[in-house]
């Protein structure tokens, strides 16, 4: 069974964990909320692949 972790198999936190992390405690920016939807809708196929 896969491990799907927030890690990648390097064990560096997901790009889309990293973009939250940087961002904690405030609104997203209006030129931030393209890359986090981007990057959300990466990290959700990956925890739930179809």
Do not use: I, K, V
């Amino acid at each position: 069974m896969a491990n799907h972790s927030s890690a990648s198999s390097f064990g560096a936190p997901s790009p889309y964990l990293a973009f939250m992390a940087a961002r904690a405690g405030r609104a997203l920016r209006p030129e931030e909320q393209a890359e986090y939807e981007q990057l959300l809708t990466a990290w959700a196929d990956f925890r739930h692949p179809s």
